[in-house]
């Protein structure tokens, strides 16, 4: 007995003696969510040059290394860095430049809220965005009469919360040369007594955007700068831009080289030729910062403008079918090129007539491949039948915060059996065995305690419906978390460098003020990201 306690003495002192091994960051005294899969926990994490050394949760860690800098979490909670799975951060950026109409209860707000920022910001093209005529008492869409007394000689663009729709006055469709002729397919020209009423759904759209005026340099930079810092308040590291042309790609691509942007970023390309002739020739861009390997396509618009393509007509609008953006023939054609290419199709679908064209697309041109990924983004309203299409390898990349705000009204819009098969997150999950989770800022908030909230609560912030909207299709925390870090870097072909806090990976974590996991349900939406960890950087 004595020979042992001497032989583990001589251990012990011989482990005291041996040289610590240099690293830069050790923070103890944490309450660390792994998600690796076990889900396992630590209290201890180790960084050294941007990446994870150990996690773990004795005081042998402590022992082994000599850290630069160590930090207490004060037993705070530490996830991985969160990964929005579906946004707009570009535009998120730009819209901090023009009008914000989100949240606004009635077109009279709305217009007081462009006559003040005229005043404080004179524009010679006045552009806002955020309104949402289901938010109003009278839940209609408004019309251009106002716009056309009050700045008759301004053009003035005004789009709807969803990106789906504008509010145009007269003087932006006459530069568009838009009248009550206008047809286009995939979208409309609402008319009022033959003429146009100001308000454009989808496709036609693409007239006004010929007339916006196109940002400047210094501007775009300092869009992707206050995107940046929005995001990292909330513990975002990861953000997928659903939808970027070329320049962009290139300006971010720059920023990060310079160090004038640190976000990672996983960017979809859209679908326009100039953007697949090149990337899809090009091949796959990558670095730590950046991904570039997938494309952007639009099978239909928003449920909420009734722009969503639907099998049968809308419930409160009989023979209103919405609209497929991008024809069948397209897509289908689209689906063959991506496949043949190394990247990953990711299709906007939300009604189930879109939804189907759009699984059925992605099951032929799948047909012998193997490990693809390609996601249905949103994957909103799907027929019963069809859930059976999703599969590891067609992934629904969903919004739980789209539940939440349309509630109110989604069964207005299906009907009570048709809705029972929208927003079915669990239901997908089952089938596909992931889902990625985001919020599609700006059309929601940017927010990802909002969007935990909304998957596992299926409430708004009143708690209202007791009880929760069709909670049968609500994630668990464990869940949801998962689709906010790692099944969101498995879907964009990253697990292996992010999504879980396991040695070898980037040290991107969040310490946040509360524990996700345990605090009361209510008040996840309270939570803050305290302090943010970009490659064991702190960045906010």
């Not at 860095?81 to 901090?96: R, V």
């Not at 927003?423 to 700006?442: E, N, Q, R, S």
Request: aromatic share 8%; hydrophobic share 40%.
């Amino acid at each position: 007995m004595k020979t042992y306690q001497i032989g583990l003495l001589l251990m012990l002192f011989l482990a005291a003696c041996a040289p610590k091994e240099e690293v830069d960051l050790l923070v103890y005294n944490a309450n660390i969510y792994t998600v690796d899969a076990e889900f396992s926990k630590g209290s201890v994490l180790v960084v050294k040059d941007g990446l994870i050394v150990a996690v773990g949760s004795s005081e042998e860690l402590q022992q082994k290394y000599n850290a630069k800098e160590n930090l207490d979490a004060q037993a705070k909670t530490i996830v991985p860095g969160l990964i929005d799975a579906h946004c707009h951060f570009y535009n998120l950026g730009l819209d901090q430049q023009i009008v914000d109409l989100v949240g606004t209860k009635s077109f009279d707000e709305v217009i007081e809220k462009v006559i003040a920022f005229q005043k404080e910001r004179p524009s010679n093209f006045i552009q806002g965005r955020g309104w949402d005529q289901n938010d109003w008492e009278v839940k209609e869409f408004p019309t251009k009469k106002q716009l056309d007394r009050l700045f008759p000689d301004i053009p003035v663009v005004l789009q709807r919360v969803d990106g789906h729709a504008y509010l145009v006055n007269q003087k932006a469709l006459d530069l568009a040369g838009i009248d009550g002729h206008t047809q286009m397919d995939g979208g409309e020209v609402i008319l009022e007594g033959g003429k146009p009423s100001g308000v454009l759904v989808d496709n036609p759209m693409v007239l006004i955007d010929n007339i916006i005026p196109k940002p400047q340099r210094a501007e775009q930079i300092q869009a992707l700068k206050d995107a940046e810092s929005l995001c990292f308040n909330y513990g975002l590291t990861t953000v997928n831009d659903a939808g970027l042309h070329k320049s962009t790609i290139e300006l971010i691509d720059s920023l990060h080289q310079t160090g004038d942007l640190s976000m990672r970023v996983y960017a979809m390309i859209s679908n326009t030729r100039e953007n697949l002739d090149h990337y899809l020739q090009a091949g796959i861009l990558k670095t730590d910062k950046l991904n570039v390997r997938s494309v952007k396509v639009y099978g239909d618009g928003a449920l909420g403008s009734r722009g969503a393509a639907l099998k049968k007509s809308y419930s409160d609008q009989d023979g209103h079918f919405g609209a497929m953006v991008t024809p069948v023939d397209q897509i289908e054609a689209l689906a063959g090129r991506i496949a043949a290419s190394e990247y990953q199709m990711n299709t906007h679908a939300i009604g189930d007539s879109a939804n189907i064209v759009v699984l059925r697309a992605y099951k032929k041109s799948l047909e012998g491949t193997k490990d693809r990924r390609w996601k249905v983004e949103h994957a909103q309203v799907i027929s019963e039948e069809d859930f059976e299409y999703f599969t590891e390898d067609i992934i629904p990349s969903i919004q739980p915060t789209h539940a939440t705000s349309d509630m109110y009204w989604a069964e207005d819009r299906l009907g009570p059996r048709r809705v029972e098969g929208a927003y079915a997150f669990k239901k997908l999950l089952d089938k596909a065995g992931i889902v990625a989770l985001g919020t599609d800022f700006p059309v929601e908030r940017v927010s990802p305690f909002l969007t935990f909230y909304a998957a596992v609560a299926r409430q708004d912030l009143d708690q209202y419906p007791e009880g929760g909207f069709q909670m049968k299709d609500a994630l668990s925390r464990e869940e949801t978390l998962r689709g906010m870090t790692i099944w969101a870097a498995y879907s964009n072909f990253e697990e292996n460098e992010k999504g879980s806090l396991e040695p070898g990976k980037f040290a991107d974590f969040v310490i946040l003020s509360n524990d996700i996991m345990t605090i009361t349900v209510n008040k996840i939406p309270n939570l803050k990201a305290e302090q943010v960890f970009l490659g064991g950087k702190r960045v906010k």
